[in-house]
């Protein structure tokens, strides 16, 4: 009778046949039975093996714990968004975008909630122009470094925006990176207590001139230790910045001065420690 195996014959009447050709062959003496029962041993042994290794299964997606939506003040009469988001110490998370809701200008929105995001407490920052926050970083005191844009101070146009929160989201200070036209996109504490920031500049005369990838140094009080520009002769603009293990900064962004064309990835790798790091 065929069974299901390979061709016309059965995986197991396979199997008898082999066995049953070991003890019949011609000229198989009493050791070669025996390595022909060894043989037969091991392959039962194999088949026994590959049956109980369960097939291959791709890992499921996560299932949804939760989602949860955010207004300003529950008001919900504009737009609000977020752009930034970091778990913190204590199991919650920490959100920074924009908000619409309270002013008719857009406005600088900073949220903390509870492990299950419920909200704690929620910042608005800025003035009576454009603020936004672009990026948020738990601060190793426990606080918060907020990193956008304002157009709302200054007499230059839009520019960096810093703003230094406690763990409770009382305001230490704000600080304006002013230059002609710039934005802040990334922020991260470095190793030895002040802020990487990673964004945008124009530096030519009444910012006309293409923008450039911008890095910036600043203190704990937001004091600007050093900046750096990146780029050639057309647009160029870093989005986020990170530190590396050899003390140097890695950028990444888009560039229309290089590449293949239009828009190309932008990633730039800093030297180590730049000489002004070295002094402070």
Do not use: Q
């Not at 949220?111 to 009576?128: A, F, Q, S």
């Not at 426990?142 to 989201?169: E, Q």
């Not at 990170?242 to 290089?258: P, V």
């Amino acid at each position: 009778e065929r069974g299901v195996g390979f061709g016309n014959k059965s995986r197991y009447a396979d199997i008898e046949l082999r066995f049953f050709t070991f003890f019949t062959s011609e000229g198989c003496d009493f050791f070669c039975k025996i390595n022909n029962i060894k043989k037969v041993f091991i392959s039962f042994l194999l088949i026994a093996i590959l049956a109980s290794v369960p097939a291959a299964s791709a890992t499921p997606a996560p299932d949804t714990e939760w989602e949860k939506t955010y207004a300003a003040f529950w008001n919900g009469g504009g737009y609000d968004e977020a752009n930034s988001i970091d778990e913190t110490r204590d199991g919650g998370y920490i959100i920074a975008g924009s908000t619409w809701s309270i002013n008719t200008m857009e406005d600088a929105y900073v949220i903390k909630t509870d492990w299950n995001g419920n909200k704690l407490w929620e910042r608005v920052m800025g003035g009576e122009n454009i603020d936004r926050a672009s990026a948020v970083d738990m601060t190793s005191d426990g606080g918060y470094i907020v990193a956008g844009s304002t157009w709302s101070y200054g007499t230059k146009g839009l520019n960096p925006y810093i703003v230094r929160l406690d763990r409770d989201g009382v305001k230490r200070w704000e600080k304006l990176i002013e230059g002609f036209i710039s934005e802040a996109f990334d922020v991260h504490e470095t190793g030895d207590g002040n802020f990487i920031i990673a964004g945008y500049t124009r530096t030519g005369v009444f910012g006309y001139d293409p923008e450039d990838a911008y890095l910036i140094k600043i203190d704990g009080l937001g004091k600007v230790i050093w900046s750096r520009e990146y780029g050639g002769s057309a647009d160029d603009r870093a989005y986020s910045v990170d530190m590396t293990s050899d003390g140097g900064y890695i950028l990444a962004g888009w560039t229309e001065s290089y590449g293949a064309g239009k828009k190309d990835i932008y990633v730039i790798k800093t030297c180590l420690l730049y000489t002004s790091d070295a002094a402070d």
